[in-house]
T-cell receptor, first 112, second 114 residues
Framework: QQPVQSPQAVILREGEDAVINCSSSKALYSVHWYRQKHGEAPVFLMILLKGGEQKGHEKISASFNEKKQQSSLYLTASQLSYSGTYFCGTEEDKAAGNKLTFGGGTRVLVKP | DSGVTQTPKHLITATGQRVTLRCSPRSGDLSVYWYQQSLDQGLQFLIQYYNGEERAKGNILERFSAQQFPDLHSELNLSSLELGDSALYFC?????????????FGPGTRLTVL
């Protein structure tokens, strides 16, 4: 079942903060976050694993609440380059390879 | 540039036809994934291969098939094409195919079925 992302869209001014949520009705093993600009490939941002381990490549933070099966992505002091659509991909079963189910996406527009 | 290559970049074909999309993973990656992205369905996982073997299957139609070759490149075959198959098809690769892996996406193939 597809995870639910909220909000569907957000408009920010440069320097403002935003939070994107990703919720699942199923127990999750990991949550992967990607950003996609129009017409381009999704670019990896972060993995959050059950147990609290967090792996990322950019100065964007995230959390994973195992009790709620919810992950949140924090865009802090947003930059123009943060504009794009953010997707969370969830994995339910550690043994099932790396099959990700993606949410519907959150469109972020950062204005000067 | 993720290091994953996909060809062709664009493909325009007619209903009923068959096409093959090709993907070369990043150097050293053993696992390949295929995704379909359309406006109404979002980003959908199709299938995963690891070192030549099918590892996981998603919402892949029976008209679609894929394989991973000994040199680790992969092909996605789409047959009896319908208008609704028009979409962006992404290939991604990862090192081991496990849940802790980062999946790196290729630039995609845009398929238009007329």
């Amino acid at each position: 079942q597809q995870p639910v992302q909220s909000p569907q869209a957000v408009i920010l001014r440069e320097g403002e903060d935003a939070v994107i949520n990703c919720s699942s009705s199923k127990a999750l093993y990991s949550v992967h976050w990607y950003r996609q600009k129009h017409g381009e490939a999704p670019v990896f941002l972060m993995i959050l694993l059950k147990g609290g381990e967090q792996k990322g490549h950019e100065k964007i933070s995230a959390s994973f609440n195992e009790k709620k099966q919810q992950s949140s992505l924090y865009l802090t002091a947003s930059q123009l380059s943060y504009s794009g659509t953010y997707f969370c991909g969830t994995e339910e079963d550690k043994a099932a390879g790396n099959k990700l189910t993606f949410g519907g996406g959150t469109r972020v527009l950062v204005k000067p | 540039d993720s290091g994953v290559t996909q060809t062709p970049k664009h493909l325009i074909t007619a209903t009923g036809q068959r096409v093959t999309l090709r993907c070369s993973p990043r150097s050293g990656d053993l696992s390949v994934y295929w995704y379909q992205q359309s406006l109404d369905q979002g980003l959908q996982f199709l299938i995963q291969y690891y070192n030549g073997e099918e590892r996981a299957k998603g919402n892949i139609l029976e008209r679609f098939s894929a394989q991973q070759f000994p040199d680790l490149h992969s092909e996605l075959n789409l047959s009896s094409l319908e208008l609704g198959d028009s979409a962006l098809y992404f290939c991604a690769s990862s090192l081991t195919g496990r849940g802790t892996d980062t999946q790196y996406f290729g630039p995609g193939t845009r398929l238009t079925v007329l």
